[in-house]
Nanobody, 122 residues
Framework: VQLQASGGGLVQAGGSLRLSCVVSGNFFKIKGMGWYRQTPGKQRDLVADIPSGESANYADFVKGRFIISRDDAKNTVYLQMNSLKPEDTAVYYC?????????????????WGQGTEITVSS
């Protein structure tokens, strides 16, 4: 399974960016999908996630500014980031909570994308 993230870059404060993450490979279904972010020397924090068939969840620091969505037909999760602030500067990672039924029994597993860097200038 591979998660390919794209859409990162440099943006001025107040601007917008849209991240995409495509899941490919062998799996039965995608349960949850989400975005995390990490800055040097700090832990990886949840930004937003969207379980299958459920409402999205957002970290307090992005509520009202970021919108997560998913297109299950394309195995893709998006993160629309608006009103960006310098403190949003980080490497953003997508994550998928997957199910594999290729063996005698189904099992769940998680997979991470490679990370895409966002830099917000003041």
């Amino acid at each position: 399974v591979q998660l390919q993230a794209s859409g990162g870059g440099l943006v001025q404060a107040g601007g917008s960016l849209r991240l995409s993450c495509v899941v490919s490979g062998n799996f039965f279904k995608i349960k949850g999908m989400g975005w995390y972010r990490q800055t040097p020397g700090k832990q990886r924090d949840l930004v937003a996630d969207i379980p299958s068939g459920e409402s999205a969840n957002y970290a307090d620091f992005v509520k009202g500014r970021f919108i997560i969505s998913r297109d299950d037909a394309k195995n893709t999760v998006y993160l629309q980031m608006n009103s960006l602030k310098p403190e949003d500067t980080a490497v953003y990672y997508c994550y998928a909570d997957l199910v594999d039924c290729s063996g005698p029994a189904c099992y769940g597993f998680g997979s991470w994308g490679q990370g895409t860097e966002i830099t917000v200038s003041s």
